[in-house]
């Protein structure tokens, strides 16, 4: 049995996914955080958070590593970690710094600094020849301005340090552009007090269809457990509507993606680590958006579970301990697995959701997840402001992703908007 330290997390689906992977495991963990306010908002109706049912909480300020590497030291004296994780990319430098202080399993900090900083691996990638995108990474405006000039509208627009497609923006000219870098400006700490730094990064916009690569890397060998599709809305943001897993894809060109996204790890110097690789799939050929070096979120692991029986947040697990992953497919009799979003489409409370009734028992369901009535609510610019999900297996071929988007379309949102007297449907 090891003893894991668990340092901040997401509260979405990880949150639940990786305390219930430890302890399936047979292993405990402590959970370690500077805001327990923060979990026990979002604690499930039926008991408290997961990530508080640990064996020991305590509290420290998370955000000043300087204060907590010797905090954790002392820590370990006592309760003798194992392993060191978080699902929460604000926390994955931490995490990485604890692993090397305390002689733990992990991928180095200058690995993981390199991958969650979008600037860094761009840099990166770039010297060890993985395509992507044209990029420049500005510190001002004005020389943002000059940078989109020679790279050539339309751009990408991005924060180098947040998360969920937070102020990442297509731009078509330089009004657009100087609208993009003042709403940066006007964001200068994240969700989780971290001051963030202060440059933007500027990118060619790529063409062609998103996937992700998921990977689990492990003594120095990176482990393809297979690919995932994404529905990209929300223009001019870049929000994720939905995702299949496997992507249907040629095998040629699934063959070229996932050695991409090896290459990507691989130049990043990245080990004992589970990674979610985000690429696009350009008429030139694969090009790499970004290396996130824990799993995937929105619920991707699930669907990777569906199909092949492998679990992701397992393997996390297993790769900080320093123990083989069990990364073995096991039949599932699922061929296809699919989740589709549900977005908010005006600003208001949340006054209910018709149509769940149906879509609940509809063979092939998975999961519905809705929020609850009473939600305020805003039109979605990021991956932050879902109101649920709905997910669906296949059991025959590919069609997951069809029938949840065909579900999803059943669900009608209606909302007491400020300016209206009632509830106006969507």
Sequence with gaps: ??????????????????????????????????DLHHYLRSAPADGPHP???????VTADTNDTDTLLPLVERLHEVLAFDGVVSSCDYYLPAVARIAERLGLPGPTATAVEDAC?????????AAAGVPGPRFAVCAD????????REIGYPLVVKPVDLCAGMLVRRVDDERELDRACRALDGFPVNARGQRRAPVLLLEELLTGPEISVETVTHDGATHVVGITDKSI?????????????????????AAEAADSAVRAVEALGLDHVVCHTELKLTPAGPRLIEVNPRPAG???????????GVDLAAACVDVAL??????????TGVRSAAIAFLLPEAAGTLTGIDGADQVRGRPGVLELTLAEPGRTVRAATSNNEYLGHVMTADTQGPGARREAERLLAALRPSYACPDLPAAVPA
């Design 117 to 125: 900083r979008k600037d860094r691996t761009r840099r990166v990638l």
């Design 51 to 57: 990530l508080l049912a640990a064996r020991n909480v």
């Design 322 to 331: 320093g123990h083989t992953p069990d990364l073995a497919v096991r039949p």
């Design 1 to 34: 049995m090891g003893h894991l330290l668990v340092v901040e997390s997401w509260v979405g689906s990880m949150s639940r996914l990786l305390p219930r992977a430890i302890r399936e495991g047979g292993h405990e963990f402590s959970f370690l955080t500077r």
């Design 233 to 253: 809305g929300g223009a001019p943001a870049f929000i994720e509507t939905g995702h299949m897993f496997p992507a249907d894809l040629a095998p040629a060109l």
């Design 298 to 308: 929105n619920r991707i692991t699930e669907l990777v579970r569906h199909v092949t």
């Design 141 to 148: 405006t004005a020389r943002a301005a000059a940078a989109a």
